[in-house]
Structure formats: C-alpha cells, structure tokens
C-alpha cells in the first residue's frame, strides 16, 4: 500500500511581514525629496546668469532659449520609454543611476565655455530629470498609502519646489559668486552632489526594508497608448489644450525673468532673485490650500477659468503699468532688496494662477479618464506639456534678439510680453471650451462633486 506523507507544517503560507514604521517612511520621502530637491535646484540655476553668459560668453538670448528647450526635447525622448526603464532597473537603482546623471550634467554645464557642451549639459539633464522624477513618485506609491500618499506627494512637491525657489535666492546668500557665469553653475553642481548622496542613502533605506517590512506595490508605469486617444473625451482634451499653452507661457517666463527683471526693470540681481522667487513659492504655499478649497466646494473648470483670466493682462501690465514706488520685499533668512510695487503685485498674482490652476487641472483628469487609462491620459498630458514648453524659449529669444531688447531698448522686450498674451488668452479659450461643456449634458462633474457629495 502507499504510504501517505503528511503534509509539513510549514508549507503553510509565509507569515506577513510587519509594515514599515512610521520613521521609516517618513525617512524615504526625506531622502526621495532631497534627490528631487537638487534636481530642481540645477534646472533653475542657470536663469540667474543669463545677463552673464550674454556679457562674457556672448550668448545670443535665442541660444538661452534653446539652453531651455533641449532639456524638453530629451524629456520627450525619456517619457515614451521612462516607465519600462524604471520597472526594468527597479526604482533603488533608477533614481541613484538617474542622479548621477545630473550631476554629470551640472557638471557639464559647469565646465566649459563652449556653447555646445553647455547644451549637451542640458541635454543630459533632461535625461536624468524628468525619469527621476517619474521614479520619485513610484518610490511615494509604493511607501504610503491612502490618505497619506496625498500628503507625501504634498511634501515632495513642496521640497522639490524648494530647490527652484534656493536656485533663484542663491542671488542673495550666494552673490559673490556672480562674479562670473561659472561659479554659480559649479554651486549648482555641488547640489547635485547631495541630491546623489540623498539617493544612495535611499537606495540603502530601501535594501535595509526588503525581507523586514511589508513595502505596499507601486503602480507599473503605463506607456502611451496611442491607439486609444480618440476614445478620450472632450472636457480631456480641453484640458491638455490648456495645460499645454499655461505651462508654455508660465515656464518660459521663468527663464528669462531674472534677466528681464534686472534689463526692463532697473533692479538689481539679488532683487530679481527674490522676486522670481514667489512664483515656486506661491506654489509651496497655496497649492495644497487651493487643493482642500477646491475638494469642498467642486466648480474646477470654473477655477481654472477664472485662474486663466486672471493671467491674460499679468504680462502686459509688467510692461506697460508705471512701475509705482519701491517697496521691501523680505524673504525670512534670505534676504530683502527694493522691488517696484507694480512687479510685486503682478508677480504676486502670477505665483496665485501658477498655484491654482495645477492644484485643480491635473486632478481634475481622475474625473474625466475611467481609472484603468489614467496612465495613458497622465502620459500623453506630460508628452504634450513638454511639447508645448519645448517650442517657446527660442521664440522669445529670437523676439527679443530681433527687436533688440536691453537695457538701451527695454520697448524690445514688449513683443516677447504680447506673445505671452496670446498664450494666455488661448489658454482662456480652452477653459471657457471646458467650462461649457462641463456645465452641460456631458459633465463628467467638474463642477458639482466635492467631499460631501462623493463621486
């Protein structure tokens, strides 16, 4: 007869890790951010020496415009494949390998004059950034969960934005080294040095985690699925439109702003620092405050409609409103500089739209697009912002080198200001277009759901 074998006790289940502790957790999105931090530190450090690469290295302002749009046109390569890479490396070594890769880029950037290695420093960085932070946010969704996860998006979000606003006040606690265009960029280097140390310090967190905790699943990085667009709706594709002209306007602003500031303006470096500075830190502030106002009362494409309306007029009222007297602008531990009063206040809204309309418009997207295509409606988005960001810089830097903007000429700069307008009034046409569509009978409820109601 055969003879039966028990069955061994162990062959039970394997017994559920225990989850993470807090100190844990909160530890990776310290270190996620800090890597995020520096990422978006070197981006922004080379508007700040604009005026000096023009003066010492005779850069043309549509050659600043093309330092600005290669970063996108590597962005757009790395966002068709960025997912797979990420799933394929995992994100331990994706997020270690991609800051190294900036910090070879600021690097780049750093240490030549010759205008080619400059771009291709750039260039390189678009290759790090854009999957770092793509990265980044797999990391948040596999570490936090439920209502937590929104909060540490929050956080990061605000540490990354962090490293735009400490790029723009490195004009105050950094203003001896502007000097020339170089040390500047070489600060910018040496952030990016702690931005890889925060990774590696992940990457050890992490390893240290795996067998001992039990780490929650990211979601996998969806590729674009381009057989499928046509099946977006409408209020999508509004969106998309407006997401692309806002950003192309609001980014590219950001680029040339210090140096407009300090050519159009009469101010000095450390005062157009500060005041380029409110914009990134409008959205530190106001974006998740925005984010619980607009959850409770619903009406988002009104919001962005009304953000969008708000913008039309900034950019002409810098150019043509008189400047009004000088008032103390104060960043605590920063620094303080003399701004004209009429830059504050547009500057001021300008950091208020650049707060509202993000916080409603990419959630927004969760309403309109079922779940199980979100991946593909986030991708295309992004592709199309980068699309959008990418074509603007050499557009205004060539207005501005045809029309002979400086200092001698700062009516020069006007066409580059109208070109804005036309930006941000076509972004008004397509909130208007959402607006009416999601107050009619293919609402998705944009405007009616808020926490009370539900979905």
């Not at 749009?69 to 990420?86: D, E, K, P, R, T």
């Not at 969106?239 to 980014?251: E, M, N, R, S, T």
Request: aromatic share 14%.
């Amino acid at each position: 007869m055969p003879q039966h074998t028990p069955a061994p006790l162990a062959a039970s289940k394997p017994a559920e890790l225990p989850p993470p502790s807090p100190i844990h957790r909160w530890l990776i999105l310290l270190f996620v951010s800090l890597a995020m931090f520096g990422n978006y530190y070197v981006y922004d450090s080379m508007w700040p020496v604009i005026d000096l690469m023009r003066s010492q290295l005779d850069f043309s302002y549509e050659q600043i415009g093309y330092l600005s749009s290669v970063y996108n046109a590597a962005a757009i390569m790395v966002l068709l494949v960025g997912g797979y890479i990420i799933d394929r490396w995992g994100t331990k070594k994706a997020i270690t390998v991609f800051a190294l890769i900036c910090l070879f880029a600021a690097f780049l950037t750093a240490v030549s004059s010759r205008y080619e290695v400059i771009l291709a420093g750039r260039f390189l960085l678009g290759i790090g950034a854009e999957p770092l932070i793509v990265a980044a946010i797999t990391v948040l969704s596999k570490w936090f969960k439920g209502k937590e996860l929104s909060f540490a998006f929050g956080v990061n979000l605000s540490i990354s934005r962090l490293g735009s606003a400490s790029a723009d006040w490195s004009t105050s606690f950094a203003s001896p080294l502007y000097a020339n265009w170089q040390d500047p960029l070489w600060l910018a280097t040496a952030v990016a040095g702690i931005s890889v140390t925060a990774a590696i310090l992940y990457w050890i967190m992490e390893r240290r985690a795996e067998g001992r905790f039990q780490i929650g699943n990211a979601q996998a990085a969806e590729q674009i699925d381009f057989r499928s667009l046509y099946k977006f709706s409408a209020s999508y594709w509004y969106i998309v439109a407006l997401c692309v002209v806002f950003y192309a306007a609001i980014f590219p602003f950001r680029t040339f702003a210090i140096d407009y500031f300090q050519q159009a303006h009469g101010i000095t470096r450390e005062a157009a620092g500060l005041l380029s500075s409110l914009l990134p830190v409008a959205a530190i502030i106001l974006t998740p405050l925005f984010g619980l106002w607009v959850d409770k009362v619903g009406r988002r494409s009104l919001f962005m409609a009304a953000g969008t309306l708000v913008m039309v007029p900034l950019f002409l009222a810098v150019t043509y409103l008189p400047a009004g007297p000088d008032i103390n602008l104060v960043i605590p531990f920063i620094g303080s500089a003399p701004v004209p009063l009429t830059l504050f206040v547009v500057i001021f809204l300008l950091g208020a739209v650049f707060s509202l309309i993000p916080a409603v418009m990419w959630p927004s997207v969760a309403y309109i697009v079922e779940e199980r295509r979100l991946g593909s409606a986030f991708a295309l988005m992004t592709l199309c912002q980068q699309l959008g960001w990418m074509v603007v810089p050499p557009i205004v830097g060539l207005l501005n080198d045809i029309n002979n903007a400086g200092p001698e000429n700062t009516a020069g700069y006007a066409p580059s200001m109208w070109f804005y307008t036309g930006l941000a009034t076509t972004g008004l046409f397509f909130a208007f277009k959402l607006w009416r569509n999601e107050t009619g009978p293919n609402a998705h409820g944009l405007e009616r759901i808020t926490t009370k109601t539900g979905v």
